[in-house]
């Protein structure tokens, strides 16, 4: 079963590249397979075997290529359109590169309410790990069943007693860095449940100072967080 749905996402993948990200001469000499067969993948026509597939899937884990896809993701979100170009090929890849970075005992995925629930919802399910939920102070459920933090702001950030076990590995990923007081607060609810954040993934920044202001104010290394678009 693995094998057939790593070969789909092969397949899934040459499909988003295609889509205005790199040609299928491109591909081929990125993976040493023709480009007749990588056609005949995306396709449906062909199926790549093991081998082929890892080489396919590979090009998922540069930088430059998640770079690409999440540009197409948030090009006219960022124009003020409000939409995501959330399809699923371009949900697959990223699942695909977070699976990759992420580190093997990773417990749980944690986001807010935001624009970017869908993706991290997708990434949960791709990597078989719960998602936890974290809400602002326009969803207040009940407070007795909630870990709750107020910041200097009174901005409030809660969470459902049970979401999170002391010692639970986690990562968050969240739309952008840019606010670093919501950043604070995000990172200190999840703490002061008693998780650990391993890797913190922002889908993209418009402010180059924002990982170094992170970093000084979390006190967590530069290498914990991935950026995966900044926008020029």
Sequence with gaps: MAEIEDAI??????????????????????????????SKYASGKAIPNKSKVERILRLA?????????????????????????????????????????????????????SPVTVIASYISNALDKPLVLVYDEQYMPLKDSLILYLDEYNKTFHISRKALNFGDRVIIFEEKPDDITRQLLLYKLVVNAGAIVDRMFYL?????????????VLKI????????YKVS
């Design 61 to 113: 884990t540069a930088n430059w290529i998640i770079s690409k896809v999440v540009q197409n993701i948030v090009r006219d979100y960022l124009n003020g359109n409000d939409q995501m170009n959330l399809t699923p090929e371009n949900l697959r890849l990223l699942s695909i590169y977070i699976k990759f970075q992420c580190n093997k005992n990773i417990d749980k995925i944690v986001t807010t309410i």
């Design 221 to 228: 290394k530069s290498k914990n967080i991935t950026i995966l």
């Design 9 to 38: 996402a092969a397949a899934n993948l040459i499909r988003v590249l295609r889509n205005g990200i790199l040609t299928y001469m491109e591909i081929a000499k990125l993976t040493g397979i023709p480009s007749g067969l990588l």
């Design 204 to 216: 993209y920044s418009t402010n180059k100072l924002s990982v170094k202001k992170i970093t000084n």
